[in-house]
């Protein structure tokens, strides 16, 4: 499918537990974000990426961990999943220079309960 | 430190009537402010933006001011159709950053 795509869509876990949510884009965009979505927080930047072996820090990374092996492709891992980490966690990626304004493009989004 | 800030979490608005979405933000470094229109299960997607040396943008029904000595800008929806229920954030973009900071979201609901 062209786009970007998220997997899984839904996904429930338990309090200490391992979790890798999967994004893909067939743009070969250089940028990608990961954001999550909380009432009242509105989206908030995990992790971002500007090339494949290229990860930086956004506002709330603590507890995250990421990796881009290949322009494609960027996988967001909880290494041991909290209560708190329970939110919808959506995918974006953007080309720089492709616009003025740098539009960034989301994907579905991957709901992720922690029990 | 909430840069990006939208105070109303909703907002009613009967259709045909304009749709008013305001946004506040905090740091002047901002290049470039840009709507998302967000539907319930569905990511995101682009509406508008602007420039941070405009004052304002049109497309179509949609146009955005925006006030730098206020640091406020607006969102006007002119008529209002049922179709553009969905929630609105606003997001402030700092040039070559790449990155951008979001506000809380409105909830923007259009009554028949």
């Known amino acids: 499918d062209a786009g970007i795509t998220q997997s899984p869509r839904y996904k429930i876990t338990e309090t200490g537990r391992q979790v890798t949510l999967m994004c893909h884009q067939t743009?070969?965009?250089?940028?990608m974000f990961w954001y999550r979505q909380d009432l009242g927080h509105g989206l908030r930047l995990i992790y971002y990426?500007?090339?494949?072996?290229?990860?930086d820090k956004g506002e709330v990374p603590d507890g995250y961990v990421v990796s881009r092996s290949k322009t494609e492709n960027f996988p967001l891992t909880l290494e041991s999943a909290t209560r708190s980490q329970t939110s919808v966690y959506f995918c974006?990626?953007?080309?720089?220079?492709?616009?003025?304004?740098?539009?960034?493009?989301f994907g579905p989004g991957t709901r992720l309960t922690v029990l | 430190d909430q840069q990006v800030k939208q105070n109303s979490p909703s907002l009613s608005v009967q259709e045909g009537r304009i749709s008013i979405l305001n946004c506040d933000y905090t740091?002047?470094?901002?290049?470039?402010f840009l709507w998302y229109k967000k539907y319930p299960a569905e990511g995101p997607t682009f509406l508008i933006s602007?420039?941070?040396?405009?004052d304002k943008n049109e497309d179509g029904r949609f146009t955005v001011f925006l006030n730098k000595s206020a640091k406020h800008l607006s969102l006007h929806i002119v008529p209002s159709q049922p179709g553009d229920s969905a929630v609105y954030f606003c997001?402030?973009?700092?040039?070559?950053?790449?990155?951008?900071?979001f506000g809380q979201g409105t909830r923007l609901t259009i009554n028949p």
């Open positions: 602007i420039s941070s040396i405009k």
């Open positions: 997001a402030g973009l700092i040039q070559g950053a790449q990155k951008l900071v």
């Open positions: 974006a990626s953007s080309g720089a220079g492709t616009s003025w304004y740098n539009e960034q493009f």
């Open positions: 740091n002047s470094m901002f290049d470039y």
């Open positions: 990426s500007a090339a494949a072996d290229i990860t």
């Open positions: 743009w070969s965009h250089s940028y």
